[in-house]
């Protein structure tokens, strides 16, 4: 059922715009003398940018079915490119065309506010059908690799990605200014600021300056943009977390003082999300560099794929929800 948005989240939305338009700005001017090609490549990042914030908050404006329905499409988007992406044989065809169907299943339990079955269908249901749809080929040449990649895949970009869509039924998340919505929200800006950040703070050092943490899979993640992204999203999460959600306002498994309640939460959900958020880009990372592709597919102008824009959300989203589960009971 879809129900009237909050009034405040008119105002995190024109919030988020706001910081569109600065960044857009700050964009243009530092652009200005750079090359071409390194300018329409910035440029057609950010018209992706501004595509996906207006579909994210059509999606928002909709409540639980538009957030269900928007990451739905994108997981079965990111499934495409990933049963693409490694090549698969004849015999996958009905695997994959499965994939799909547990995939909207998946999200159809959010919908219907099922946390409970939601934690345990896609695992089982996978390691199920997906073996089956295998096995009725009756083909054991690349039989493990098939059955590896596709469950990784779904794993990952079906269930790790849902998780987020999982803060709209999950009790711990249940209030709060916006409601569930807002630590939906709390989560994905964290997430995608860590992201943005990690990556300008890195290409601000020059490559003489550089330490990478994983020169073979991701030359580009170095430590300087690791732990500048991480202090990026430590200062802004305990600004945001009061008007988004209710972190702060419980005092967890330990015993903490009133005065930094309202920080530690915050401060420590930022750094697993910082973490987790790092683990899942490189994980599609080496996925993408063994089967030889720069990005997942085109469809994002400037970015690559779905892929490469979910990619660190299928850990920030499980890492967040059991966090909270953990903390706030």
Not at 187 to 207: K, M
């Amino acid at each position: 059922m879809i129900t009237a948005p909050v009034p405040a989240l008119y105002w995190a939305l024109a919030i988020i715009f706001a910081s569109l338009v600065i960044g857009s700005i700050a964009r243009s001017m530092s652009l200005r003398h750079a090359e071409e090609t390194l300018r329409r490549k910035r440029f057609a990042s950010l018209r992706t940018w501004w595509m996906l914030a207006i579909a994210v908050s059509a999606g928002l404006l909709a409540g639980r079915p538009g957030i269900c329905l928007l990451l739905t499409i994108a997981s079965c988007i990111a499934w495409f490119e990933i049963t693409r992406m490694f090549g698969p044989r004849a015999e996958d065809k009905l695997a994959i065309r499965a994939g799909y169907g547990l995939i909207v299943i998946n999200y159809l339990l959010i919908m219907f506010g099922s946390f409970s079955l939601f934690v345990v269908f896609l695992p089982l249901s996978s390691l199920f059908f997906l073996a089956v749809c295998l096995l009725i080929k009756d083909e054991s040449k690349g039989y493990i690799q098939s059955a590896g990649g596709l469950l990784w895949g779904i794993m990952f970009l079906g269930y790790g990605v849902s998780h987020a869509a999982a803060l709209l039924i999950l009790p711990s998340s249940s209030y709060g200014p916006l409601g569930p919505v807002g630590w939906f929200l709390f989560l994905v800006i964290l997430t995608e600021t860590d992201d943005i950040f990690q990556a300008i703070i890195g290409r601000l050092f020059g490559s003489h300056k550089r330490h990478p943490i994983t020169p073979v899979i991701s030359p580009n993640k170095t430590w300087e943009g690791f732990f500048g992204g991480m202090l990026v999203i430590v200062i802004l999460a305990p600004i945001i977390a009061p008007w988004l959600t209710t972190l702060g306002q419980q005092a967890g498994p330990f015993s903490l003082s009133e005065s930094l309640q309202p920080w530690v939460t915050p401060i420590l959900a930022a750094i697993l999300i910082s973490f987790a958020g790092f683990f899942g880009d490189i994980n599609m990372s080496a996925i993408k560099r063994d089967a030889g592709v720069k990005d997942s597919s085109k469809l994002l102008p400037g970015m690559g794929g779905v892929i490469d824009r979910v990619d660190s959300l299928s850990m920030t989203g499980p890492v967040f929800v059991y966090f909270l589960i953990w903390w706030m009971g």
